[in-house]
Nanobody, 125 residues
Framework: QVRLVESGGGLVQAGGSLRLSCAAS????????VGWFRQAPGKEREFVTA????????YYADSVKDRFTISRANAENTVSLQMNSLKPEDTAVYYC??????????????????WGQGTQVTVSS
């Protein structure tokens, strides 16, 4: 069992930066891949990025590539999402999720059994 808590959301102007954190409980956190997803009002939940359990592989949606960076510190049970050059279309509730899955499923939100409560990110134009 893994419990996840996101933090770091807020209001930022376009072009600005935010850093989200996902704090996990559980001794076996290092066995789980972690993904970030987001959901804007009236839209489906979409994949943003994911990182392998060891942290040596990361994957990004095309819409955030070269702007967002995911990292993890297994010793601290945390995963971070650095978001730069934010755009109004990045506005959404951001969720972290954990799962013991292979890389082919990283972008599939239904493959993740453990989710945080979400944190709001609002980018003003």
């Amino acid at each position: 069992q893994v419990r996840l808590v996101e933090s770091g959301g807020g209001l930022v102007q376009a072009g600005g930066s935010l850093r989200l954190s996902c704090a996990a409980s559980g001794r076996t956190f290092s066995a789980y891949a972690v993904g970030w997803f987001r959901q804007a009002p009236g839209k489906e939940r979409e994949f943003v990025t994911a990182i392998s359990n060891s942290g040596d592989r990361a994957y990004y949606a095309d819409s955030v590539k070269d702007r967002f960076t995911i990292s993890r510190a297994n010793a601290e049970n945390t995963v971070s999402l650095q978001m730069n050059s934010l755009k109004p279309e990045d506005t959404a509730v951001y969720y972290c999720a954990a799962s013991r899955i292979g890389e082919s499923l990283y972008s599939t939100h239904r493959a993740y059994p453990y989710w945080g409560q979400g944190t709001q990110v609002t980018v003003s134009s």
